[in-house]
């Protein structure tokens, strides 16, 4: 079946520790986002990549970052720069112009 | 950008009741869907619907991209439509701008 894969769903993350959470898709969408979301909140834009090797930031993209060498992957990296990383991460991927398909998400703590 | 307003913020609901979920939205629309979050965080696309009605079931959308909202239409609730409710929409290429949601308690 085809998809959208994040993992893990869970994350624990000591104080000044690199962290990256994985995303990956076999639907053969050209684009890849990453969301944020706080408790009660609506999602924000870190990251989005619209084709391979290239990547734009969003709104809230200080403190993260991401490659796109393939393009069924989208991997996002927690930077110890990002100093309130406690959030669910949500990872979405869509055609050029087309709906987009989310990830189950992952839960970042920091301990 | 484009500015996304959902109405309104939380709705209780006994069930089998209707009811009516509003997204305004300040910019012509390319792409706009309507999601429901699920109590574990995952998001489920519910309709893709930049202009039209669209059916599925008890849930049904309308958008009217000249005056720029859209609607979600929730018919005979059930306890399982409970959780939060997100517009989301784009203008151009830009990525999806999201709404703060609707919460939904449906209960018994």
């Known amino acids: 079946d085809g998809g959208i894969t994040q993992s893990p769903k869970y994350l624990f993350r000591k104080e000044g520790q690199n962290v990256t959470l994985s995303c990956e898709q076999n639907?053969?969408?050209?684009?890849m986002y990453w969301y944020r979301q706080d408790p009660g909140q609506g999602l924000r834009l870190i990251y989005y990549?619209?084709?391979?090797?290239?990547?734009q930031k969003g709104d809230i993209a200080e403190g993260y970052s991401v490659s796109r060498e393939k393009k069924e992957s989208f991997p996002l990296t927690v930077t110890s720069a990002q100093k309130n990383p406690t959030a669910f991460y949500l990872c979405?991927?869509?055609?050029?112009?087309?709906?987009?398909?989310f990830g189950s998400g992952t839960r970042l703590t920091v301990v | 950008g484009i500015q996304v307003e959902q109405s309104p913020p939380d709705l209780i609901l006994q069930e089998g009741a209707n009811s009516t979920l509003r997204c305004n939205f300040s910019?012509?629309?390319?792409?706009l869907q309507w999601f429901h979050q699920n109590p574990w965080g995952q998001l489920i696309n519910l309709f893709y619907?930049?202009?039209g009605t669209k059916q599925n079931g008890r849930l049904s959308a309308t958008t009217v991209a000249t005056e720029r909202y859209s609607l979600l239409y929730i018919s005979s609730s059930q306890t399982t439509d409970s959780g939060v409710y997100f517009c989301?929409?784009?203008?151009?290429?830009?990525?999806?701008?999201f709404g703060k949601g609707t919460r939904l308690s449906v209960i018994a």
């Open positions: 979405a991927s869509s055609m050029t112009g087309g709906g987009y398909t």
């Open positions: 639907l053969n969408h050209d684009a």
């Open positions: 910019d012509s629309v390319n792409n």
């Open positions: 989301a929409a784009n203008s151009g290429n830009t990525p999806l701008v």
């Open positions: 619907i930049p202009s």
């Open positions: 990549s619209q084709i391979v090797n290239d990547f």
